[in-house]
């Protein structure tokens, strides 16, 4: 069995913000363009179900996959910020789907937990334990965002994007993965329990999100006996343009292959793979089929690196 993604989908909230928004607590559309490649960013009101999204996601994706809903018996919804403590987000998406009886769970990996979510689905369509399997990165992080701490508000936007896995027996490429944590380092980005912020250390975050992407992608390429000219499209974490482009860098893919939406989406952490793949389909940057590279950071700290094909 050779698990690839066979279809593709997202959906953002419509409300959109631009940088000039953010005058009010010191910063500019210069700066933030200058750091982070950011323009603008979509925010879920207050009232708003980021499940509505993750099914609008879910639906485009099970379209493209030729997949009816009703056969699925496996869904995994990557969030921080679930509509509830409990139960997750997963077991709405399945039932409003019309897939009650599917296993549905929330995956928390921070903004790595998509690239841990495609790991996990690999594993059961490998196993023979899933032909088909839905994997969702759904986040708004405006809900532990502290409106007022210019240092965080400006990087981060909400919405939720979707794939479907399914055996491929033509794949372009069998899929590896690489994941890893280290939590001596939870300090540089968190929110705790009974602030309910985000509080980051930005600085050191980005030196260890272009070195965490870049090893763990060095060595996914090197168990798969793959160089960067292998791979077709690489989309990492749209944290900041200045560190995709930096980790694109240190492993060697030249920027017409390394794919960039962080400046109308921001950072919406475990949903922005999908959101960006979505966004790669549109603009025409995914052919037919290919080998897909992705790395993905947060939190934790937490990362991971993949190849699969599409
Ligand atoms: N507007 C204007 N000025 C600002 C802003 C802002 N939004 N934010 C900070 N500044 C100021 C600081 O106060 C500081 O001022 P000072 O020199 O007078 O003290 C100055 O800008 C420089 O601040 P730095 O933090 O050193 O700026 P840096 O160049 O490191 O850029 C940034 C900050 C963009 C946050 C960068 O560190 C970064 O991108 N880090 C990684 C962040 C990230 O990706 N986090 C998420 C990863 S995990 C996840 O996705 C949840």
Redesign the pocket.
């Known amino acids: 069995m050779t698990a690839a993604i066979t279809g593709i989908g997202a959906a953002l909230p419509e409300h959109t913000v631009p940088n000039s928004y953010?005058e009010a607590i010191?910063?500019?559309d210069e700066?933030?363009v200058k750091?982070?490649g950011i323009r603008e960013r979509r925010f879920l009101p207050e009232d708003g179900r980021l499940a509505d999204l993750a099914v609008t996601a879910a639906r485009t994706a099970l379209r493209q996959a030729g997949r009816d809903a009703a056969d699925l018996r496996h869904i995994v919804v990557a969030t921080t910020t679930p509509d509830r403590t409990t139960p997750g987000l997963a077991v709405e998406v399945a039932a409003r789907l019309g897939t009650p009886q599917a296993a549905a769970f929330d995956l928390h990996a921070?903004?790595a937990g998509f690239v841990y979510a495609l790991d996990h689905a690999t594993a059961l369509i490998e196993s023979g334990r899933a032909e088909a399997v839905l994997v969702c990165g759904a986040e708004a992080l405006t809900r532990i965002t502290d409106a007022a701490d210019?240092?965080t508000a400006?990087?981060l936007g909400d919405g939720a994007g979707a794939v479907v896995l399914t055996d491929l027996p033509d794949a372009p490429v069998a899929p590896a993965f690489h994941l890893a944590s280290d939590g001596e380092h939870i300090g540089l980005?968190f929110a705790d329990r009974h602030e309910r912020k985000l509080r980051?250390d930005?600085?050191e975050?980005?030196v260890h999100?272009v070195d965490k992407m870049s090893d763990a992608t060095r060595r996914v390429l090197e168990r798969s006996e793959l160089t960067c000219d292998d791979v077709d499209l690489f989309v990492a974490?749209q944290?900041?343009a200045?560190?995709v482009k930096a980790v694109g860098k240190e492993i060697g893919v030249p920027p017409e292959r390394l794919f960039l939406n962080v400046d109308r989406v921001a950072?919406t952490?475990s949903a922005s793979i999908p959101i960006a793949l979505a966004h790669a389909q549109e603009d025409g940057r995914l052919g037919p089929s290919g080998v897909l590279g992705v790395a993905a950071?947060?939190?934790g700290i937490t990362w991971g690196a993949g190849v699969l094909g599409w």
């Open positions: 953010f010191g910063s500019s700066w933030i750091r982070t921070a903004c210019r240092s400006v990087l980005l980051m930005g600085p975050i980005f999100a974490h944290a900041n200045r560190i950072n952490s950071f947060g939190a």
